[in-house]
């Protein structure tokens, strides 16, 4: 679904100025939009429980776009023991590469914000991906992409 979001829609309040038709990844979802809606208080949640190296969500900008930064906000996963989840990007949508590093999500529902600022790359296709088994559903509230790392919060 193509959108503009708070997140993408204009240069003055962000970050990545395009549209991104977003997807949810291997293991389904529900609220995919919800996931760069500008609403901290929504969430997108994964179908099922994510496995390692499976895709939870998924951004295609329809050509490549330069990422300084990021920020994930209120990531988590339902129950269970603490995860971590990463972000990846690829030029081709099946070659994948981390973007910064692997973070870790406290068990249950205590949502955790990640902001990294990796080397800057430009790329077509972005994602979440789950970095170990989860043992329950993911989520995260927003996932934000700063072309500039000036322009972070």
Not at 1 to 15: E, L
Not at 18 to 31: P, Q
Not at 75 to 102: I, K
Not at 111 to 120: K, L, R, V, W
Request: hydrophobic residues 35%; charged residues 15%.
């Amino acid at each position: 679904m193509p959108f503009s979001s708070f997140w993408f829609g204009s240069p003055k309040s962000n970050p990545v100025s395009l549209d991104a038709t977003a997807s949810v990844g291997d293991v389904g979802g529900s609220n995919v939009d919800r996931i760069n809606d500008g609403d901290l208080t929504t969430l997108f949640t994964t179908a099922s429980t994510p496995t390692d190296g499976q895709a939870l969500a998924k951004l295609d900008f329809g050509s490549s776009q330069t990422i300084a930064g990021f920020k994930a906000y209120l990531t988590q996963q339902g129950a269970g023991d603490a995860v971590t989840m990463r972000l990846e990007h690829s030029d081709n949508d099946s070659s994948w590469t981390t973007f910064g590093t692997a973070w870790t999500i406290s068990p249950g529902n205590s949502g955790h914000t990640e902001t990294q600022t990796p080397t800057a790359v430009s790329k077509r296709y972005w994602r979440l991906t789950a970095n170990q088994n989860y043992d329950a559903v993911a989520s995260c509230s927003e996932l934000a992409l700063y072309e500039s790392t000036g322009l972070m919060p």
